[in-house]
């Protein structure tokens, strides 16, 4: 069977992938039927990690990212995806400097990127949240808090963290 074959047989079960898309890292996490209505017990994390490229420019990084990503989508073949979207916390001296750096550019650009390998490689549905539609403003030590609740003695990477903090928002577990 193909590996188009394998993917239209796999159909039937739900593989939800979240990124946390980042220039200096993105990190990603899979569940396997997850229930997005937060009626049952959050299920365990298959499979996360964190892509980081090395180019020298961030626009080098994000094309190495991109193609890093291509792999990830093989090894996992996910039916739903969710990117991250960048997002200025209008509150936020930090958020604001960001953006008029050019930085919630970059990363837009980089989600772009990462929108375009699932397209082309996979037959997952792909939709965006921003940080505040899935963490509100919690702080990230409460993200990681919080995910260790659900799972305890877990350890993920920095991006890693986010984009398993996403999967537990959508289950209704954060």
């Known amino acids: 069977m193909s590996v188009r074959g394998k993917r239209r047989a796999r159909k039937n079960r739900l593989c939800l992938m979240c990124i946390d ?7 990603w996490a899979v569940f396997h039927n997850p229930d997005l209505n937060g009626n049952s017990a959050p299920v365990p994390v298959v499979d996360s990690g964190v892509i980081r490229g090395s180019g020298a420019s961030w626009i080098e990084k994000s094309a190495e990212i991109a193609g890093k990503f291509k792999d990830v989508l093989d090894e996992n073949e996910p039916t739903s995806v969710v990117i991250e ?7 936020s001296q930090t958020s604001v400097a960001a953006t008029l750096r050019g930085d919630l550019l970059k990363l837009a650009h980089l989600c ?16 965006y949240i921003t940080p505040g539609a899935w963490k509100g403003q919690l702080p990230k030590d409460v993200v ?29 577990a954060l």
């Open 85 to 91: 979207w960048p997002q200025t916390w209008a509150g």
């Open 112 to 127: 772009g990127m990462l929108y375009c390998d699932i397209v082309e490689h996979s037959y997952a549905e792909v939709s």
């Open 21 to 27: 898309p980042g220039i200096g890292g993105t990190g």
């Open 144 to 172: 990681i808090r919080r995910i260790q609740d659900v799972y305890p003695g877990s350890s993920f990477p920095n991006h890693a963290a986010d984009a398993v903090g996403m999967g537990l928002s959508l289950q209704g």
